[in-house]
């Protein structure tokens, strides 16, 4: 007799564990299966881990199969394993990310078609429709197949050529004179290949030499590196000839890039030079076409995959690299549950599957860049652009001067200058809104000072109320100031300006001027994102206003100016890591400029010109901002010093919300009194209310821990992921580790 052990596919620690199952006589099953299973008075989906030749209770029967091929392949459910040992959830719910989220419930499934085949002599036609005299459409059916190729046609297009066909063709098949019979179909996004993308360059130096290191790794299945290479340096380039290198080997590639629909033109330099071999997951696929790409890169079919995050759980076997770009994007982590980072599952494969493993930026994450100082990534770099062709030229301008000259607009004199010439010239031109810090810190138009709190150097966050300021860090509050304290001007307020501004001030000083949008509001289509991309390509419009979406990734030739309206919006965020995104923003941003012949201008509007964070951006100098910003970080006990993690309470309930923290602070309290071992990890824990108080009808607070050393205090990160999961009446608790975002 045959059983199996399955793991239900429901989320729950009671549930997270093996349950054993008979498996019937004549099925056949095989770990890594999917199975609907029998589960009290309930059938569930569940994945058989393992077959086992005994039981010694009394089991119930597997239903059936929902797939006759494991959809998990080992590799994958070890991977599904380990992290839900580093996330501390229950198993289901990582075995979720392996597979498309419809495949559960069955609410995909593979698309058939009817091909219509001639059985009948090619030769005899004539013969058989003169017989067919009196039955024109049963002639005509097979006139239309014998001159199709291989004498057989789809059911759609056969109905195309005779119309109303059915009952003809089932007297046909009746006859034996064609036969019909269901194939699967691939549901695949139309494309239509770019020959000038397919050329292969020549490699420059620099690229060569990067390739160079990477090769003797590739071939031994082993080394993470991380690679350093200023904006316009030829990254892509590199990333293509080392899955080149991949799978001329036999191996199999993964591509991972912040977000698909906001660099098109990745996405189309893989199609262009890896055609069918690649498989591209991005949003705008529809459910099937998204199961049928991950049935194709389950069977062997795609051997290089790109895509944004959930990318990473390609069941691809044979693995030869994995390759992020951006590596510094936030958009790599899941801070909710599941929770996981791209790039430590990337490094968890990598390892497991004797895979090489590459991290790419302009501008790397503190992180990453400090694990490459230790050696623990080897570090690569593109010191220059493509040609040496020049870093654009930036300039600082100050907009307290701007404001002293009696400017009020939000173009200065510089940015107004740059532009008529960019535009004379017949150039184009991208301005950046930095939209993040909209309206959530306040500082000073006079003299750039923002309003932090005394003890954390993190900015204070306005609130909805328009009362107070609050730290979100510590739980500091006052009452915004009416003057600002440094110089006493009355010109300080909330920041913020937006899209919709900078294009009615085109407008305003540019009337024949074309423009595009691109922020939230103008790309809620799917298709949007491109759209608008392709428009600015075609040079429809002459400039291109947009927030963050257009801060990376994207290489426009003719554009030689980048303004950035107000560099300092994201130094006021609520994030230990403003600086570090500041400066990550200005210099992706700057990095459009000027990526062909002509030479680029930027012009970055600042009243925090002296800020390390612009400073450095300006010149584009990583490291300077690197040393800097490691030890701020160090003397403020900052990741990657130390790990952030809080809990989120959200009820409708004022009550709830209440006892509900006082609950959690009691019990990590308690906790943290029973291990005093744990005391030395713990820098501080409080409980305190968000900047944000309600969304969405609900309330809001917090209890936010700060760690030192991860493997060390792991032991609270569990507790805490303990009491994420347990059901509190009438709240919703969320765990989130150094969250993007403390609103
Ligand atoms: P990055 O990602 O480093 O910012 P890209 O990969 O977008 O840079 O490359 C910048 C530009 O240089 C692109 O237009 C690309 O086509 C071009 N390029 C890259 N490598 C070469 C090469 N070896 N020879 C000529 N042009 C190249
Ligand atoms: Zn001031
Ligand atoms: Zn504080």
Redesign the pocket.
């Known amino acids: 007799m045959a059983f199996c052990e399955v793991i239900v596919d429901i989320v729950h620690e009671n549930v997270d564990r093996r349950f054993t199952y008979r498996v019937p006589d004549g099925m056949l099953l095989t770990p890594g299966m999917r199975v609907l299973v029998p589960f009290g008075p309930r059938k569930v989906e569940g994945y058989v881990i393992s077959l086992v030749d005994r039981c010694d209770i009394r089991c119930r029967d597997v239903i059936r199969p929902l797939e006759d091929y494991p959809a998990l392949l080992p590799h994958m459910m070890r991977l599904a394993v380990e992290l839900s040992r580093r996330a501390h959830c229950p198993l289901a719910e990582t075995l979720r990310l392996m597979i498309p989220a419809q495949m559960r419930g069955e609410r995909v499934r593979p698309k058939e078609q009817e091909i219509v085949s001639l059985r009948a002599d090619a030769h005899v036609i004539d013969s058989l429709t003169a017989a067919l005299r009196r039955a024109p459409k049963q002639a005509q059916i097979l006139r239309v197949l014998s001159e199709a190729p291989d004498h057989a046609l789809p059911m759609e297009s056969l109905r195309q050529a005779v119309p109303d066909c059915r009952a003809a063709v089932n007297a046909l098949c009746k006859k034996q004179m064609i036969s019909v019979s269901r194939t699967e179909v691939l549901r695949r996004p139309a494309y239509t290949p770019d020959a000038a993308l397919a050329a292969e ?4 130096p620099a ?1 060569k030499a990067v390739l160079d290191e990477l090769h003797p790794a590739l071939q031994a299945g082993t080394g993470s590196f991380l690679l350093y ?10 990333y293509i000839r080392a899955v080149q290198d991949a799978l001329a080997r036999g191996r199999t590639a993964i591509v991972l890039v912040p977000e698909i629909a906001l660099t098109p ?2 996405v189309d330099w893989f199609k262009a030079r890896f055609g069918q071999s690649a498989a591209v997951l991005h949003s705008r696929l529809s459910v099937g076409q998204r199961f049928d790409e991950w049935r194709r890169i389950r069977r062997g079919e795609a051997r290089v995959v790109v895509g944004a995050r959930s990318a990473i759980f390609a069941p691809l076997e044979n693995l030869g690299i994995i390759i992020i ?1 951006e590596e510094h994007e936030q958009s790599y982590i899941s801070d909710r549950s599941p929770r996981y980072d791209a790039r430590e599952v990337a490094r968890i494969r990598c390892e497991g599957e004797g895979a090489t493993l590459l991290l790419a930026s ?1 501008t790397p994450s503190m992180r990453s860049f400090a694990l490459a100082q230790r050696g623990d990534l080897t570090l690569l770099e ?1 010191p220059t ?3 040496n062709r020049p870093l654009p030229e930036v300039h600082l301008i100050d907009m307290r001067e701007e404001l002293e000259m009696g400017n009020h607009t939000i173009f200065s004199g510089p940015l107004m200058e740059g532009l008529q010439r960019c535009l004379d010239g017949g150039h184009q031109a991208i301005l950046f809104v930095n939209r993040r810090g909209f309206s959530t810190f306040v500082s000073c138009r006079s003299c750039g000072y923002i309003v932090k709190c005394p003890n954390c150097d993190v900015s204070m966050t306005y609130h909805q109320d328009g009362e107070t300021m609050q730290c979100h860090y510590c739980g500091h509050r006052e009452a915004p100031p009416s003057v600002c304290p440094a110089c006493h001007s009355r010109y300080i307020r909330y920041f913020g300006t937006g899209t919709q501004k900078v294009e009615a001030e085109m407008r305003r000083y540019f009337p024949n001027v074309p423009t595009l949008r691109m922020d939230n509001d103008t790309t809620r289509t799917r298709d949007a994102h491109h759209e608008i991309l392709g428009r600015f390509r075609r040079q429809e419009a002459r400039v291109l206003i947009g927030t963050q979406m257009i801060a990376k ?1 994207l ?1 426009f ?1 003719n554009v030689t100016l980048v303004g950035v309206i107000a560099a300092d919006a994201t130094l006021g965020l609520p994030d230990y890591r403003a600086s570090e995104r500041t400066f990550q923003l200005i210099t992706q941003v700057a ?1 459009r400029a000027g ?2 012949e002509s030479p680029g201008e930027v012009f970055v509007q600042t009243y925090n010109p002296d800020h390390y964070s612009i400073q450095s951006a300006a010149r584009q100098d990583f490291r300077a901002f690197y040393e800097q910003e490691m030890q701020r970080r160090r003397r403020q006990l900052f990741p990657p010093f130390t790990q952030i993690c809080r809990l989120l309470i959200e009820s409708e309930r004022a009550d709830a919300l209440e006892s509900t923290a006082q609950s959690l602070a009691e019990q990590m309290d308690a906790f943290m009194l029973r291990h005093p071992e744990l005391g030395r990890q713990l820098i501080s824990l409080r409980s305190l209310e968000p900047p944000i108080r309600m969304i969405r009808k609900k309330l809001r607070w917090q209890v936010v821990a700060k760690l030192i050393d991860v493997p060390a205090s792991e032991p609270v990160v569990a507790k805490m992921t303990e009491l994420s999961r347990i059901e509190w009446p009438g709240a919703q608790v969320y765990l989130e580790i150094n969250p993007s975002d403390m609103v």
């Open positions: 360059p020549q490699l420059t690229q290479g200023v904006t316009g340096s030829g990254k892509t380039e590199v033109q990745m770009d302009a593109l652009r493509v040609h990734g290489d030739p990095g990526r062909a």
